[in-house]
T-cell receptor
Framework: GAVVSQHPSWVICKSGTSVKIECRSL??????MFWYRQFPKQSLMLMAT?????????EQGVEKDKFLINHASLTLSTLTVTSAHPEDSSFYIC?????????????FGDGTRLSIL | AQTVTQSQPEMSVQEAETVTLSCTYD???????LFWYKQPPSRQMILVIR??????QNATENRFSVNFQKAAKSFSLKISDSQLGDAAMYFC????????????FGKGTKLTVNP
């Protein structure tokens, strides 16, 4: 079964609204989670690294004020797309490494399809 | 910064045949991990196989195996006895051993399996 749960799986909203996406590790604690963005027929691009109890680390070119990340507990990270516009429409995926040792694979959520009208 | 290159945007194979997907990467690190992920139309990311750079032996997982050439920085995926369910996007990914555990992905190869 899934070890990382992502919600919602699909959201449609009007331009200008804010949308929150949740990523939960179900049976393990994740001090770090990753948020990726994937455009149609393209690869996954890392947006930011979510760190429990501290500020997220954003990749170059990603607007911090646009994509707010909160990692308030060891099992939950949220990505909020603020004042969303049509160009923010994309597929967003989170992942979390399981376990303390770095050789453990990452587990991915099922993704969120975001459509801004 | 590390980069991952997949030079084959699309590949096709006949059912039951063998296909090899190519991946090269660039890094100055000596210890790292390499992965192949499968993304079917459902867009769920599925780990296919992984390789630790310090291991000389090529990883295998049932019908999936890799040809890891560390000096050449090459990491190809071989799928034997291809099945219709193997049709998907395949992404090669790199991860450093220490520090951040973020994955660096290649652009992907779309695999079609013909009956």
């Amino acid at each position: 079964g899934a070890v990382v749960s992502q919600h919602p799986s699909w959201v449609i909203c009007k331009s200008g609204t804010s949308v929150k996406i949740e990523c939960r590790s179900l049976d393990f604690q994740a001090t770090t989670m990753f948020w990726y963005r994937q455009f149609p027929k393209q690869s996954l691009m890392l947006m930011a690294t979510s760190n429990e109890g501290s500020k997220a680390t954003y990749e170059q070119g990603v607007e911090k004020d646009k994509f707010l990340i909160n990692h308030a507990s060891l099992t939950l990270s949220t990505l909020t797309v603020t004042s969303a516009h049509p160009e923010d429409s994309s597929f967003y995926i989170c992942s979390a490494p399981r376990g303390y040792y770095s050789n453990q694979p990452q587990h991915f959520g099922d993704g969120t399809r975001l459509s801004i009208l | 910064a590390q980069t991952v290159t997949q030079s084959q945007p699309e590949m096709s194979v006949q059912e039951a045949e063998t296909v090899t997907l190519s991946c090269t990467y660039d890094t100055s690190e000596s210890d790292y991990y390499l992965f192949w992920y499968k993304q079917p139309p459902s867009r769920q990311m599925i780990l296919v196989i992984r390789q630790e750079a310090y291991k000389q032996q090529n990883a295998t997982e049932n019908r999936f195996s890799v040809n890891f050439q560390k000096a050449a920085k090459s990491f190809s995926l071989k799928i034997s006895d291809s099945q219709l369910g193997d049709a998907a996007m395949y992404f090669c990914a790199y991860r450093s051993q220490g520090g951040s555990e973020k994955l660096v992905f290649g652009k992907g190869t779309k695999l079609t399996v013909n009956p």
